[in-house]
Protein backbone atom coordinates (compact mmCIF):
# COMPACT_ATOMS: atom_id res chain seq x y z
CA UNK A 1 0.00 0.00 0.00
CA UNK A 2 1.72 3.21 -1.20
CA UNK A 3 1.27 5.97 1.29
CA UNK A 4 2.30 8.81 -0.52
CA UNK A 5 -0.66 7.48 -2.56
CA UNK A 6 -2.69 7.61 0.17
CA UNK A 7 -2.45 11.07 1.29
CA UNK A 8 -2.11 12.64 -2.37
CA UNK A 9 -6.16 10.61 -2.15
CA UNK A 10 -6.80 12.43 1.76
CA UNK A 11 -6.06 15.74 -0.01
CA UNK A 12 -8.27 15.18 -2.53
CA UNK A 13 -11.29 14.19 -0.45
CA UNK A 14 -10.78 17.09 1.52
CA UNK A 15 -10.40 19.72 -1.14
CA UNK A 16 -13.61 17.75 -2.72
CA UNK A 17 -15.30 18.03 0.77
CA UNK A 18 -14.80 21.53 0.87
CA UNK A 19 -16.39 22.30 -2.44
CA UNK A 20 -19.54 19.95 -0.97
CA UNK A 21 -19.96 22.05 2.22
CA UNK A 22 -19.91 25.32 0.75
CA UNK A 23 -21.70 24.41 -2.60
CA UNK A 24 -25.16 26.50 -1.80
CA UNK A 25 -23.19 29.66 -0.87
CA UNK A 26 -21.28 29.56 -4.05
CA UNK A 27 -23.91 29.00 -6.08
CA UNK A 28 -26.71 31.82 -4.62
CA UNK A 29 -23.59 34.92 -3.21
CA UNK A 30 -20.95 34.84 -5.19
CA UNK A 31 -22.72 34.59 -8.57
CA UNK A 32 -24.75 37.71 -10.09
CA UNK A 33 -28.67 37.86 -8.79
CA UNK A 34 -29.42 38.21 -12.72
CA UNK A 35 -27.89 34.57 -13.08
CA UNK A 36 -30.31 33.11 -10.20
CA UNK A 37 -32.12 31.43 -13.11
CA UNK A 38 -34.22 28.19 -13.40
CA UNK A 39 -30.95 27.02 -15.49
CA UNK A 40 -28.47 27.88 -13.35
CA UNK A 41 -29.82 25.94 -10.38
CA UNK A 42 -30.23 22.91 -12.57
CA UNK A 43 -26.86 22.74 -13.72
CA UNK A 44 -25.36 23.30 -10.09
CA UNK A 45 -27.65 20.62 -8.81
CA UNK A 46 -26.21 17.94 -11.84
CA UNK A 47 -22.17 19.45 -10.78
CA UNK A 48 -23.31 18.87 -7.35
CA UNK A 49 -24.34 15.78 -7.54
CA UNK A 50 -21.06 14.77 -9.45
CA UNK A 51 -18.95 15.75 -6.69
CA UNK A 52 -20.77 13.50 -4.64
CA UNK A 53 -20.42 10.85 -6.62
CA UNK A 54 -16.83 11.85 -6.82
CA UNK A 55 -16.62 11.97 -2.92
CA UNK A 56 -18.29 8.45 -2.16
CA UNK A 57 -15.77 6.77 -4.54
CA UNK A 58 -12.86 8.38 -3.06
CA UNK A 59 -13.86 7.51 0.50
CA UNK A 60 -14.00 3.89 -0.32
CA UNK A 61 -10.47 4.49 -1.86
CA UNK A 62 -9.70 6.40 1.35
CA UNK A 63 -10.57 3.16 3.32
CA UNK A 64 -7.64 0.81 3.15
CA UNK A 65 -5.48 3.88 4.39
CA UNK A 66 -7.72 4.57 7.48
CA UNK A 67 -4.33 3.70 9.62
CA UNK A 68 -2.32 6.51 8.08
CA UNK A 69 -1.37 9.07 10.68
CA UNK A 70 -2.48 11.85 8.16
CA UNK A 71 -6.22 10.14 7.78
CA UNK A 72 -6.11 10.01 11.18
CA UNK A 73 -9.08 13.02 11.57
CA UNK A 74 -10.37 12.27 8.57
CA UNK A 75 -11.73 9.02 10.14
CA UNK A 76 -12.11 9.61 13.62
CA UNK A 77 -13.85 13.04 13.12
CA UNK A 78 -16.31 11.14 10.61
CA UNK A 79 -15.43 13.87 7.80
CA UNK A 80 -17.11 11.74 5.26
CA UNK A 81 -20.40 11.83 7.42
CA UNK A 82 -20.40 15.45 7.77
CA UNK A 83 -19.65 16.11 3.83
CA UNK A 84 -22.94 14.04 3.38
CA UNK A 85 -25.20 15.88 5.28
CA UNK A 86 -23.92 19.38 3.90
CA UNK A 87 -24.22 17.48 0.38
CA UNK A 88 -27.89 16.97 1.35
CA UNK A 89 -28.52 19.69 2.85
CA UNK A 90 -27.43 21.94 -0.24
CA UNK A 91 -29.44 19.47 -2.49
CA UNK A 92 -32.42 20.43 -0.81
CA UNK A 93 -31.85 23.92 -0.98
CA UNK A 94 -31.27 23.72 -4.58
CA UNK A 95 -34.11 21.52 -5.65
CA UNK A 96 -36.58 23.99 -3.56
CA UNK A 97 -35.03 26.97 -5.81
CA UNK A 98 -35.63 24.88 -8.77
CA UNK A 99 -39.21 24.32 -7.50
CA UNK A 100 -39.78 27.99 -6.90
CA UNK A 101 -38.27 28.93 -9.84
CA UNK A 102 -40.70 26.44 -11.50
CA UNK A 103 -43.74 27.54 -9.95
CA UNK A 104 -42.80 31.20 -10.96
CA UNK A 105 -41.77 30.29 -14.29
CA UNK A 106 -45.65 28.90 -15.36
CA UNK A 107 -45.88 27.11 -18.72
CA UNK A 108 -43.00 29.13 -20.78
CA UNK A 109 -40.68 32.04 -20.46
CA UNK A 110 -37.68 32.38 -18.13
CA UNK A 111 -38.10 32.61 -14.33
CA UNK A 112 -37.45 35.97 -12.92
CA UNK A 113 -34.10 36.02 -11.00
CA UNK A 114 -34.57 35.44 -7.12
CA UNK A 115 -33.15 37.79 -4.28
CA UNK A 116 -30.59 35.79 -2.22
CA UNK A 117 -31.05 37.06 2.00
CA UNK A 118 -28.00 36.13 3.13
CA UNK A 119 -29.52 36.54 6.68
CA UNK A 120 -31.63 32.93 5.92
CA UNK A 121 -28.52 31.47 5.88
CA UNK A 122 -25.52 30.37 8.52
CA UNK A 123 -22.29 31.25 7.73
CA UNK A 124 -20.70 29.77 10.94
CA UNK A 125 -19.79 32.22 13.88
CA UNK A 126 -20.38 35.45 13.82
CA UNK A 127 -17.96 38.34 13.36
CA UNK A 128 -17.33 40.23 16.97
CA UNK A 129 -18.36 43.97 17.58
CA UNK A 130 -15.83 46.64 17.03
CA UNK A 131 -16.44 49.66 19.09
CA UNK A 132 -14.95 52.71 17.06
CA UNK A 133 -13.67 55.78 18.48
CA UNK A 134 -16.17 58.59 18.55
CA UNK A 135 -14.40 61.81 16.60
CA UNK A 136 -14.05 64.53 18.90
CA UNK A 137 -13.72 67.10 16.09
CA UNK A 138 -10.27 68.28 17.00
CA UNK A 139 -7.66 67.19 14.49
CA UNK A 140 -4.76 66.85 17.16
Known sequence: MNQEAGRTLLTSQLKLGTYIVN???NSTTKVGVENLTLE???ARLQLL???WEKAMQ???ALLPYENLPEAESYFKNDHYLAIEARYTENKALLQRRITELRRGQGAVGSAPALQVDSRRYD???PLP???LPTFTGKQD
Open 40 to 42: HFE
Open 58 to 60: KHE
Open 49 to 51: ESY
Open 123 to 125: YGA
Open 23 to 25: FYV
Open 129 to 131: SLS
